[in-house]
């Protein structure tokens, strides 16, 4: 079994979960990381914790944000890592596809993490083949173990930047299997 922590970053409104940015760390040493072009910025500009907490992690272009980003702008368009969510669909596919048959999606917090990402090719049932239909729990697995919150690794910077807490989460997870391992 290969498993892929991933972590995704978006604006949810009670109604709507809309991607910003991605992170995926398999198993076997591969990352993903992207920035979703199409991302409701109207919206975002909005949302206080999410400029406060998100937009500062995503790519930057030259000078300092503080002064010299306009209302209008999150992020540089320009950067490689910012892309259409149909390119982003495609590459997660192939990035989930290449961890082989039996693969695992891990996330902390995931259920609305696995809306989102089921959302990138529609419906769920829309997932394409080799894409899981659910995601393992970091929080689930901690609770099923008897384990607080604050016992788990405590994550040191970067937080909710994607790729950053998918790499967190990936260092949690296998974590945790080791305490799985010790209490049997």
């Not at 406060?52 to 300092?64: R, S």
Request: charged fraction near 30%.
């Amino acid at each position: 079994m290969t498993a892929i922590d991933y972590d995704l970053e978006f604006l949810e409104d009670g109604r709507t979960i809309e991607l910003i940015s991605i992170g995926m760390v398999c198993d076997d040493g591969r990352q993903y990381y992207a920035v979703n072009r199409n991302m409701p910025v109207r919206k975002i500009r909005k949302h206080k914790w999410l400029m406060e907490n998100v937009v500062p992690h995503l790519p930057k272009g030259q000078g300092d944000m503080r002064n010299s980003m306009s209302k209008r702008w999150l992020f540089h368009y320009g950067d490689p890592r910012v892309k259409p969510l149909k390119v982003i669909a495609d590459e997660v596919m192939e990035f989930i596809r290449a961890a082989g048959p039996d693969v695992e999606l891990w996330a902390n917090y995931g259920a609305y993490d696995h809306v989102c990402l089921a959302q990138l090719w529609g419906r769920m049932i829309d997932l394409p083949e080799g894409v899981p239909m659910f995601t393992h729990d970091i929080q689930q697995e901690r609770s099923r173990l008897g384990l607080r919150w604050d016992e788990l690794p405590q994550q040191e910077s970067g937080e909710h930047n994607a790729l950053a807490d998918a790499r967190h989460n990936q260092t949690v997870r296998r974590w945790l299997a080791e305490q799985a391992v010790d209490r049997s």
